[in-house]
């Protein structure tokens, strides 16, 4: 079993939509949770991070966590095509990376 | 501030021979991190300095990687030989905390192998 698994994409959305990525990970003891985002041939950019249980807003970002369930998920709303780009979710410190989720928004 | 520099940018190299990758964290960064993507991979830990000094090496693939951070300022990354399964991007981080966060990741070195 992988240690962090995400959601397999690719994932198209129109403007404007919601996009929805989950991501699960398999260390129940894990206490940091981040999203990346990661633009073709950059470097992943820390988005969101959450520590506890429940929602997190930022912005046009929400996470969400259930450590019960061992689930981690962000939602991007009203998105946009400047939003296309793979987007990593990472438990723990030092993380430890899914494979990503590549997010493609059509204008 | 400037952020997480790695040099070379792309290095392509044959079998067998050796390659070594420069990072230069965020300034006054205790904390940094090496990890590697192979094609169609998740990107993986190698290894994590504090300072000089090697926390947490378990990433490390084999002996043909060693990991060096002289005087805790810049590190290096040097394989030797190389094989063609090394090819991949690798991506230093630097961080000033070691856990909650704040990691910084460079643009990292895309390294084929011949």
């Known amino acids: 079993q992988k240690e962090v698994e995400q959601n397999s994409g690719p994932l198209s959305v129109p403007e404007g939509a919601i996009a929805s990525l989950n991501c699960t990970y398999s260390d129940r003891v894990s206490q940091s949770f981040f999203w990346y985002r990661q633009y073709s041939g950059k470097s992943p950019e820390l988005i969101m991070s959450i520590y506890s249980n429940g929602d997190k807003e930022d912005g046009r970002f929400t996470a969400q966590l259930n450590k019960a369930s061992q689930y981690v998920s962000l939602l991007i709303r009203d998105s946009q095509p400047s939003d296309s780009a793979t987007y990593l979710c990472?438990?723990?410190?030092?993380?430890?990376f899914g494979a990503g989720t590549t997010v493609t928004v059509r204008a | 501030e400037a952020g997480v520099t790695q040099f070379p940018s792309h290095s392509v190299i044959e079998k067998g021979q050796t390659v070594t990758l420069r990072c230069d964290p965020i300034s006054g960064h205790d904390n940094l991190y090496w990890y590697r993507r192979v094609m169609g991979k998740e990107i993986k830990f190698l290894l994590h300095?504090?300072?000089?000094?090697?926390?947490?090496e378990s990433g490390m693939p084999n002996n043909r990687f060693l990991a060096e951070r002289t005087g805790g300022t810049y590190s290096t990354l040097k394989v030797q030989p190389a094989e063609l399964e090394d090819s991949g991007v690798y991506f230093c981080a630097s961080s000033n905390r070691v856990a909650g966060g704040g990691y910084t990741f460079g643009s990292g070195t895309r390294l084929t192998v011949v």
């Open positions: 990472a438990v723990n410190s030092p993380p430890s």
């Open positions: 300095f504090v300072k000089e000094s090697k926390q947490d």
